[in-house]
């Protein structure tokens, strides 16, 4: 069975520059997670997903990120305009009923 | 806030021996308890997982000591070896079914031939 896919595996832009990451989760997953993993820190949730509605968008900075998971199943983070702080790894996490989270490698970001 | 503190940040531990990480709590509500793995240029996984209705739970190598008057838990390997060099995560979680996680910080373990 295969995990959760995340593309690319990394990304360098400049600072102001767009960029998006693409999540496909594990089949039959309803539930995604983005997170946010600063280097040596642990992961923070930016947004859940339960099928394609956004049900916890707390910690999303909603001026310059967005997401979407459209037909619930695949879904994208955005960034624009990236700022240098935004160097990171963004992780993609998915869960069944009753099963636990599983994460996908990341998408590491650099903003130069 | 951060609502999930763990220790140490690092750990150094020889071949053989036991490795103590533990985590703290303040949030009540939180009613499930994993711990996860991360390799460099890996994503975290599940290592091992308890929920407040027991005192402990062994997987393996692998324990988990959960203490909710304390609210603290603490993870236990044994017999460490080399290849259990890692960044090892507590995390926790609230709601029936819920796995929206709040990490602590993460404590890098070298486990020394």
């Known amino acids: 069975e295969a995990g959760v896919v995340q593309s690319p595996r990394y990304k360098i832009i400049e600072k102001k520059q767009p960029v998006a990451f693409w999540c496909n989760p594990i089949?039959?997953?309803?539930?995604l997670y983005w997170y946010l993993q600063n280097l040596g820190q642990g992961p923070e949730l930016l947004i859940r997903?339960?099928?394609?509605?956004?049900?916890?968008d707390s910690q999303l900075p909603k001026d310059r990120f967005s997401a979407e998971r459209l037909k619930g199943v695949d879904s994208t983070l955005k960034i624009q305009p990236a700022e240098l702080g935004d160097s990171a790894v963004y992780l993609c996490?998915?869960?069944?009923?009753?099963?636990?989270?599983?994460f996908g490698q990341g998408t590491r970001l650099t903003v130069v | 806030q951060q609502q999930v503190k763990q220790s140490p940040q690092s750990l150094i531990v020889q071949k053989g021996g036991i490795s103590i990480i533990n985590c703290a709590y303040e949030n009540t509500a939180f009613d499930y308890f994993p711990w996860y793995q991360q390799f460099p240029g890996k994503g975290p996984a599940l290592l091992i997982a308890i929920r407040p209705d027991v005192s402990e739970k062994k997987e393996g190598r692998f324990t988990i000591s959960f203490n909710k008057s304390a609210k603290q838990f603490s993870l236990h390997i044994m017999d460490s070896q080399p290849g259990d060099s890692a960044t090892y995560f507590c995390a926790a979680s609230k709601g029936a079914g819920s796995y929206q996680l709040t990490f602590g910080k993460g404590t890098k373990l070298s486990v020394i031939p």
């Open positions: 997903y339960e099928n394609e509605e956004a049900v916890d």
């Open positions: 996490a998915s869960s069944g009923r009753n099963t636990e989270a599983f």
């Open positions: 089949s039959g997953h309803n539930t």
